[in-house]
Every structure is written in structure tokens, then in C-alpha cells.
């Protein structure tokens, strides 16, 4: 009975927590999701009901040294992250040109990138979206940060950065030696990449 009960009670904890989290993810992010504990609880929740990542694809976590994996630049070539951004931190904000708070935090990533000049940390954005609708929407809204371009998928570079449900935006915090310092789901409001790029 009482093993009964045990189950009852976890099956009834992770279900409030789902609620919260998808409440969250409705109705935009709120206090709990703008502090660092309500995001890792976000990403433990978001990765326990992931859809399993492909064989072979590994998958960025906290603490840890980001895989490493091709990036396709939107203007041709490519990097590897996070071999070609070493030496400072990088922070990767993966977006879309239909996602329209990923379009709200753009002008606020791009004043972030601008004020930190040669020595600080590095921004790139990294588009899960068909590449002319990418060039299109940049026409209109530019930035100086450079941009990458990937294939939405199971295998695509949120995936890989640890955003197995390939919820936008989701950023992401790497250290000059390439570990994964922080991760966020949702948009930064002004003001508030300063503060969490802190590390």
C-alpha cells in the first residue's frame, strides 16, 4: 500500500511540474523561468520527455564540454563549434525568423554584442529555419553578430546544445575552453544578458 502511495505522490509531483513548466511556455516566461533554479528545472523537465537524440549525436550538458559539430554559416563556409570560437566566451542564441519572441530579443542580443567589444564574449546566432527566410528577415531587421544556419530536427544544433525539444529561442553559455556554463529557454528581456553572461 504504501508503495502505491510512493507512486502516487511522484506521478502527481512531476505532473504539477509539467503543468508549470508548460503554463510557462504558454503564457511567456515569468519570474520563476527568469531565475537560473526555475531554468534548470525547466531543462530537467523539458529533457526527461525529449524524444530520443539520433545514435551518435551527443548532446551538450552543464558543466561539460560542449561536442563538437559543424555549424553552417548562413553566407557559406563553416565553423566548428566550439573549436573556431575559442579563447573567449561564446554565448549561442538558436532562433527562427518565425518565432516572434525569438524577433523581440534580437535587437537586445545584438546591443549585447556591440558593447562588448574585442576582449568579451562572443555572440552567434544559429537559425533553425530555411536559409533565404533567414536572409530575408536579417534585410530588414540586421544585426552585427555573425549567423549560422541549421535544418530544424532531432540532430539539429539546439539538440546538440542541449534543447532536445527544440524550444525558441534557447541560448546558451560557453566558456573560453568550451564547457557549457549556462543554458536558457525563453527570451532575454533588455538589460538582462548582461547580468546572466556574468559568470
Not at 47 to 70: D, I, L, Y
Not at 159 to 175: A, E, K, T
Request: charged share 20%; hydrophobic share 40%; aromatic share 6%.
Amino acid at each position: 500500500m504504501k508503495l502505491t502511495t510512493a507512486r502516487v505522490i511522484v506521478v502527481a509531483v512531476a505532473a504539477g511540474l509539467l503543468g508549470v513548466v508548460a503554463s510557462l511556455m504558454m503564457s511567456g516566461p515569468g519570474p520563476l523561468l527568469r531565475t537560473e533554479p526555475g531554468q534548470r528545472l525547466a531543462q530537467q523537465v523539458l529533457q526527461a520527455n525529449a524524444p530520443p537524440v539520433p545514435e551518435g549525436v551527443e548532446v551538450a550538458e552543464r558543466g561539460a564540454p560542449v561536442p563538437r559539430f559543424p555549424v553552417e554559416q548562413l553566407d557559406g563556409g563553416q565553423w566548428t563549434l566550439p573549436d573556431d570560437f575559442a579563447g573567449q566566451p561564446l554565448l549561442v542564441n538558436i532562433w527562427a525568423s518565425w518565432c516572434p519572441p525569438c524577433i523581440e530579443e534580437m535587437p537586445e542580443l545584438d546591443r549585447f554584442a556591440r558593447s562588448q567589444g574585442a576582449g568579451g564574449v562572443q555572440v552567434l546566432g544559429i537559425a533553425l529555419d530555411d536559409p533565404q527566410a533567414v536572409r530575408d528577415f536579417l534585410d530588414q531587421v540586421p544585426v552585427d553578430y555573425p549567423q549560422g544556419i541549421d535544418s530544424p530536427g532531432h540532430s539539429d544544433a539546439g539538440v546538440r546544445l542541449g534543447n532536445p525539444r527544440g524550444v525558441l529561442p534557447y541560448s546558451v553559455l560557453v566558456s573560453a575552453d568550451g564547457t557549457v556554463l549556462k543554458q536558457r529557454i525563453g527570451p532575454f528581456k533588455h538589460g538582462e544578458i548582461d547580468g546572466w553572461a556574468r559568470h
